[in-house]
Structures are given as C-alpha cells and as structure tokens.
C-alpha cells in the first residue's frame, strides 16, 4: 500500500512569490492535514480537510491556504512569500477526523526555502 | 488549550544503553490521545505508538516499551537496547477527541543520539 506522497521533494523561491504544494494521501484515505515544521516553532498544524471542507485551521495568516479535491488529494498555497516560510511542510492523511482519532501517516514532506 | 512538553532537548547514549524520552502533557479534556512518533534524518515522521485517556495500559513491543500515567499527566517512551539506526528526533504529541481543536499538538521534540 502506498504512503502519502508530497510533491515536490525541495522548492526554492523568492520573497513575494507564491508556492503550491501537493500532497496524495494514502488510498482510502480521507482526511488530510497539513503541518510546518521550522527549528524555532516546531511542529504546527496548518490546516485538516475533509470531503473537499476545510474542518479545522491553526493560528497562520490568510497568505496560507489549502483545498482538497474529490480524489482526497490536497494542495496547500502560500502566498506572497516572506523568508520566515521556509521550513518543512508535512502532510498527513487518516481515515477519516469524525470519529475517533486515528493514527495519522505523514509524507515525506516538501522542503521550500524562501531567498 | 493543548500542551506537550519534552523537557529533553537532547540525549546521547551509547549502543545497547536503554533510554527514556519524557513527555508530560496538558489538557482539559478528558477524552484524549497521545503519540509518538519518530523522525529520522530524512525527514518523514514515522508513526510509532497511540494510546487513549483511557487505557492506561502500558505496552511493549520489542524493544520499545510505553509508559503512561495519568496521574502525572506523562507518557514516557523508553527504547531498551538502543541500536544506532534509532537515532533520530522523537515527538510527543496530543489530539483531544471533541471540539474544533482536533489537530495534533506536539512537543519540541528529543534529539536522539546513539553512538556506537
């Protein structure tokens, strides 16, 4: 069974631009959060989808953004890049949020720096 | 509000040495669950254990082993007979299960070394 998978691997961008990440839950899976995680912070959570609805979202400003598609595949965006946006996204996917918590499986991540 | 703290920024043990990882978390929910989860060099979080508020039973599973106590709000990880692939940063985190605030809280993380 395959894993979550998070495209791209590395992003380098520019302050100001925008960047879209993607993120392929686990076959069966319909849930997906998405989490940043920088040396100084830590790990934070982002935001949670479920059924293409945004159910859940942490404390980031409106430049950080997300939907997900029918498939359950996610992307998130972000926009008008500032340096303090380079860090690792992960992304996790679970069976589903509304009833007990499972276990939630992570990608690989997308590492994005920011010049 | 949710909070996970992993007192140990670091730890250095030699191979075959046990160790213990800390955690000790808040909340005022009564329903919860806590994990852990492993991170390796290459980045992916590898899930490694749940536990619910109300299973208090500990567990071991090969070389790992859980300690939970809802006393004193802990959930102590130990790995008996550490090899060196285990070095990795451990992370504690916390989910409640009723509300908006279904996301995962986790700690700082332990960096954890083990020489050979």
């Known amino acids: 069974k395959a894993g979550v998978t998070q495209t791209p691997r590395y992003l380098i961008k520019t302050r100001g631009q925008q960047v879209t990440l993607s993120c392929s839950p686990i076959s069966g899976h319909r849930s997906v959060s998405w989490y940043q995680q920088t040396p100084g912070q830590g790990l934070q959570f982002l935001f949670e989808y479920f059924s293409e609805t945004q159910r859940n979202k942490g404390n980031f400003p409106g430049r950080f953004s997300g939907r997900q598609f029918s498939n359950s595949r996610s992307e998130m965006n972000v926009s008008t890049l500032e340096l303090g946006d380079s860090a690792l996204y992960l992304c996790?996917?679970?069976?589903?949020?509304?009833?007990?918590?499972?276990?939630?499986?992570f990608g690989p991540g997308t590492r994005l720096t920011v010049t | 509000a949710q909070k996970v703290t992993q007192a140990q920024t670091e730890i250095s043990v030699v191979e075959k040495e046990d160790v213990t990882l800390d955690c000790v978390y808040e909340?005022?929910?009564?329903?919860?669950?806590l994990f852990w989860y492993k991170q390796p060099p290459s980045g992916e979080l590898v899930f490694l254990i749940r536990?619910?508020?109300?299973?208090?039973q500990n567990e071991i599973s090969g070389r790992y082993s859980w300690n939970f106590q809802k006393s004193t709000s802990s959930f102590n990880f130990t790995i008996t007979a550490s090899q060196v692939v285990d070095s990795a940063v451990y992370f504690c985190a916390l989910i409640i299960s009723s509300g908006s605030a279904r996301q995962l809280t986790f700690g700082s993380g332990t960096q954890l070394t083990v020489l050979p």
């Open positions: 909340t005022r929910d009564t329903t919860y669950y």
């Open positions: 996790a996917s679970s069976r589903r949020p509304r009833d007990r918590p499972h276990e939630q499986y």
């Open positions: 536990r619910n508020s109300f299973d208090e």
